[in-house]
């Protein structure tokens, strides 16, 4: 399966500050995804990262506030932009390589805003 | 809309023993996968097992195997001889079209030596 790296691990910001998010694989990937687990929480679908156009967001979730880029088929970042407490959260993204194989997913980003 | 419910918050089991962690969902679409992932303390979300809709057998892997009740919309896994390094967050998931995934809101899974 695809090795996921996701960039940083954690990290602790100001309210009203934004962090990119980076997700790098080690091959070409069809779909790449961004998750949201708020604390004990499950995993919510942000958006999928479009190779080459703008992603597909879900109901909730609007690219003011979480700007995707896919510039390739290995590369993704996600911004959490004007952060505030409610957006302390593990952000994961996630990869799937085609041919009806399943996500995986990367290790996760510590959101914690202050 | 798809929904996904896991209906047990904690479960615990002796060491050894067999689990059997409970999943309903609902749904419309005729096609689709079901999937289980364990998240360790460690946070990554680790696929456990995967079964196709159109699928008649039930999924094994190793000591990880599932119940699924298409017409009853139920999907269990059961985990045999259970391991310490079990132990963990474990998420139901329903996947459809271009591999959307729902989660369910999961089941910590404590395992007792």
């Known amino acids: 399966s695809a090795v996921i790296s996701q960039k940083p691990s954690r990290d602790i910001c100001q309210r009203g500050t934004s962090l990119t998010i980076q997700c790098q694989v080690d091959?070409?990937?069809?779909?790449m995804f961004w998750y949201r687990q708020q604390p004990g929480q499950s995993l919510t679908l942000i958006a999928t990262?479009?190779?080459?156009?703008?992603?597909?967001?879900e109901s909730g979730f609007v690219i003011d506030k979480f700007p995707i880029s896919r510039p390739n088929l290995t590369f993704s970042t996600l911004t959490v932009s004007n952060m505030s407490p409610e957006d302390s959260s593990i952000y994961l993204c996630?990869?799937?390589?085609?041919?009806?194989?399943?996500?995986?997913f990367g290790d996760g980003t510590r959101l914690s805003i202050l | 809309a798809q929904t996904v419910t896991q209906s047990q918050p904690e479960m615990s089991v002796q060491e050894a023993e067999t689990v059997t962690l409970s999943c309903t969902y609902d749904t419309s679409e005729s096609d689709y996968y079901l999937f289980w992932y364990k998240q360790p303390p460690s946070r990554q979300m680790i696929l456990v097992i995967r079964q196709e809709a159109y699928k008649q057998q039930n999924a094994t892997e190793n000591r990880f195997s599932v119940n699924f009740q298409k017409a009853a919309k139920s999907f269990s896994l059961k985990i045999s001889d259970s391991q310490l390094g079990d132990a963990a967050m474990y998420f139901c998931?329903?996947?459809?079209?271009?591999?959307?995934?729902?989660f369910g809101q999961g089941t910590r899974l404590t395992i007792n030596p």
């Open positions: 996630s990869v799937e390589t085609g041919g009806n194989q399943p996500q995986h």
């Open positions: 990262a479009n190779q080459g156009s703008e992603a597909t967001y």
């Open positions: 091959s070409q990937v069809t779909m």
């Open positions: 998931a329903f996947g459809w079209g271009a591999q959307k995934l729902v």
